[in-house]
């Protein structure tokens, strides 16, 4: 009705449509921002860098505005709708941004969005890191409202959410472990990023299945112009990318891999200890073997003017074995993603875009002596058919919809036994399987020049199907089951999610802002250790377990000042949650398909405020933030139906990120991190029945650990141009937590007949790196 209203209120309009995109590589730019004159109607590029915009017939002016390129400027006398194809040029280092920055900025304020941090691959690749590896999710730690979870790990806690309910997307494809190493690195390559989008509450009605926040990682798309390749060679690991055209404007490719040897690095230096003393070395053992590798490939062709093709493939694998975690036990797990997409325009108001997505996941833990070896796998399997659609009905007017099935297997664990005892068994659990078919329908309305509304609800059903025994429990006792067929629903359960955002635009160049987004969420990931492993266990909801429902309240304001480049953010939450999932004291996760009888229900509640000033300047660039957060939860049968806060409880989170380029060649950038310990349940002391250790606890949660601080340090170099050569060099050099703070990795405890003891591992003291990269 409030499109129709607006409807009546235009004149004869035209239609001006197309896709932006950059000069030199033909890659599409994403929120590229539009605006013609002297309407001022204005509108920015979808995630394909397609727009349509309505103005009045006659003549006008388009202006194209996207930061680091030159603002497009074109005269239009039209009475009929017209195509229009824009390339960009970018800007040459030399020129000051502060005039492109400031109408980007400008733009960010205006639209009605909450909680959104958006981020280029340059903002990666100016942060210092472990081992000079650019790392997507550690850089997204930077952030207000974005919390680490361990030392060194890239675990997410975004405003009081748990590590499992976040929703990341690599070209539209989830993935359930983004970690490399433990979590040292990251499994995505900012190499293949062209932006991600991170939205910590206020949800557009396309996402759903996570109740806490959503990572959207767009890939580049490859060069459509010229063959151009890059190599990078570091102390941790090495990689490679190329990209180029397959049919020159039409087509391209691009390639990516990385491989890392952390093992043999470690167990070089242990090797140097012995010749120079290292204290900090003096307890650890040779004989490693840590390693990764990843691979990115990506295609696109151009069917013609209105129809285009994307293939993105992914694949990852890790081997660990480290003989100070346990040397009787190894650990390899992996992901791989497969998104094909149809991209279509269908007239000059309405963008679709078809996709078909694989996301899998597996492990394998093989632990024991060589008299009997145990080897546990799992894998997960993820099957999700979509269409989404973008229709301009107006200038006023931003209409998305779409629908879709997600199917996802499974397999909770096989357990086989090498050099087989007679008290030893091959075990395995029922295959999991679920089904979640989505409809989705939201509209971003401008109401007048100083308010803007984004409505919009998602519906959805999440079914556990069958093929199983489902079982009915009293006082943690089985004492009933009945088999399910294959297409028996063990459970069904219908979510109703609306979204509301809505925008004030003020004189003074500043904003307020409100939404209210419902999410549901329908697996759960268990574990019972203070960091998160690839071995963690993944349930999804059914007879015994319900689905975690979140309410997300949030307020903000904008400000950018004239005549200056700084933009200015504060945002309120608050966040509800019901039955979030917690393990009990002494809990039998691993291989128990009664798993439902170690898990306990209940609430949650997650409140805090999030500053954020940030500058934007070729030379002098960087934020400022800081983050309050307070969550309390509650679950009958744990901490005696008492509040308690979660691990992941940290109060405090303060970041400061700096990068200066003190020349064309020569730059340097620096990142401050402090945050509150968190807290961890710790056992008061042991007892043994039966020759089996068990522990006894204190109050959930009950121990703080200390607060989390450290500061890192780096510089890039460019290699004079030679016109001898034809490629460029660059020289990264930098120190990770340049004052050598012992931050906790992990706190673990071991039980004896005679003792209890508690001890905090720690990875990174001060740790330099370099990293030389070619580009040819």
Request: aromatic content about 14%.
């Amino acid at each position: 009705m409030l499109i129709v209203a607006t409807n009546t209120l235009v004149g004869q309009n035209v239609t001006i449509f197309g896709h932006v995109t950059d000069s030199t590589n033909g890659e599409f730019l994403i929120g590229a921002h539009i605006v013609c004159l002297p309407s001022n109607v204005g509108i920015v590029t979808n995630n394909y860098g397609n727009f349509s915009i309505q103005i009045p017939s006659g003549s006008s002016t388009l202006m194209v505005s996207y930061i680091g390129y030159t603002t497009f400027i074109k005269p239009i006398i039209s009475d009929k709708n017209i195509e229009c194809n824009i390339s960009l040029i970018p800007e040459p280092k030399n020129i000051d941004e502060v005039v492109i920055l400031a109408n980007n900025n400008s733009m960010k304020i205006s639209t009605p969005e909450t909680g959104l941090h958006s981020l280029k691959q340059k903002d990666f690749d100016n942060i210092p890191s472990v081992g000079g590896i650019p790392d997507v999710l550690k850089s997204l730690q930077l952030l207000p409202g974005v919390q680490t979870t361990n030392e060194g790990t890239t675990g997410l806690s975004i405003r009081g959410g748990a590590l499992d309910q976040n929703l990341i997307l690599v070209d539209e494809a989830p993935i359930y472990n983004p970690a490399h190493i433990l979590g040292i690195f990251s499994a995505i390559n900012t190499k293949m990023v062209k932006e991600v989008v991170v939205y910590k509450g206020d949800f557009p009605e396309k996402y759903g299945g996570r109740a806490s926040s959503v990572i959207d990682v767009r890939l580049r798309d490859g060069n459509n112009q010229e063959f151009l390749a890059e190599a990078d060679v570091g102390i941790l690991g090495a990689g490679l990318i190329c990209e180029g055209p397959i049919v020159k404007g039409k087509s391209s490719f691009i390639v990516a891999g990385r491989v890392s040897y952390a093992g043999f690095v470690a167990n070089c230096a242990k090797k140097v200890s012995t010749v120079i003393p290292i204290y900090s070395l003096n307890d650890f053992h040779s004989g490693n073997n840590v390693y990764f590798y990843d691979i990115n490939g990506k295609i696109n062709y151009k069917i013609n003017s209105k129809n285009t093709l994307y293939l993105s493939v992914y694949n990852g694998f890790d081997y660990f074995y480290a003989r100070n975690v346990n040397d009787l036990s190894t650990l390899d797990w992996g992901n791989t993603t497969m998104s094909l997409r149809w991209n279509r325009r269908s007239g000059s108001r309405i963008f679709s875009n078809t996709s078909l997505i694989y996301s899998g996941y597996n492990f394998n833990n093989s632990s024991g002596d060589f008299t009997s070896i145990s080897n546990w796998s799992s894998t997960i399997n993820n099957f999700n058919l979509k269409y989404d659609v973008d229709y301009y009905p107006n200038s006023n007017n931003h209409v998305s919809l779409g629908a879709g099935v997600e199917y996802m297997a499974i397999n909770p664990g096989e357990l086989h036994w090498d050099n087989q005892s007679s008290q030893e068994f091959d075990f395995s659990l029922p295959i999991e399987r679920t089904i979640q078919p989505f409809v989705y329908i939201g509209n971003e309305q401008k109401i007048s020049n100083w308010m803007i509304l984004n409505y919009g609800i998602r519906f959805s059903t999440f079914g556990t199907l069958g093929n199983k025994y489902v079982y009915s429990y009293e006082n943690e006792v089985a004492i009933d089951s009945v088999w399910l067929n294959k297409n028996e629903f063990e459970k069904n359960y219908v979510f109703i999610e609306p979204r509301l955002t809505v925008a004030f635009n003020m004189r003074n160049n500043s904003s307020i802002k409100a939404s209210y987004t419902r999410v549901n969420q329908g697996i759960h990931r268990i574990n019972n250790t203070s960091v998160s492993l690839p071995t963690d266990v993944w349930v999804p909801s059914g007879k015994n377990i319900e689905p975690i429902v979140s309410d997300m309240f949030s307020v903000g304001y904008y400000l950018k000042p004239k005549n200056n480049n700084t933009i200015i953010s504060l945002e309120l939450y608050y966040k509800e949650q019901q039955n979030i999932t917690d393990y009990i004291d002494n809990a039998d996760l691993q291989m128990n398909k009664h798993i439902a009888t170690q898990l306990r229900q209940g609430n949650a509640e997650a409140l805090g405020f999030d500053i954020m000033l940030k500058r934007e300047n070729e030379r002098l660039n960087g934020w400022i933030s800081y983050g309050y957060s307070y969550i309390e939860h509650q679950i009958n049968e744990i901490n005696e139906g008492e509040v308690f806060y979660p691990r992941y409880h940290k109060p405090h989170n303060l970041s400061v990120v700096i990068n200066f380029k003190y020349n064309p060649r020569v730059s340097f950038n620096a990142v401050f991190k402090y945050n509150s310990g968190g807290f961890i349940t710790l056992p008061e002391g042991t007892f043994f029945y039966r020759s089996k250790p068990f522990s006894y606890y204190t109050e959930r949660n009950g121990y703080e650990l200390p607060a989390y601080h450290r500061l890192d340090i780096g510089m890039k170099y460019i290699s004079k141009k030679n016109k001898a050569r034809k490629w460029k060099a660059f020289w990264d050099f930098g120190i990770y937590n340049v004052y050598n703070r012992k931050n906790a990795f992990s706190i673990y405890t071991e039980t004896s007949w005679l003792s209890l003891n508690v001890t905090k591992m720690y990875i990174f003291g001060a740790t330099p790196y370099i990293t030389y990269t070619i580009k040819f």
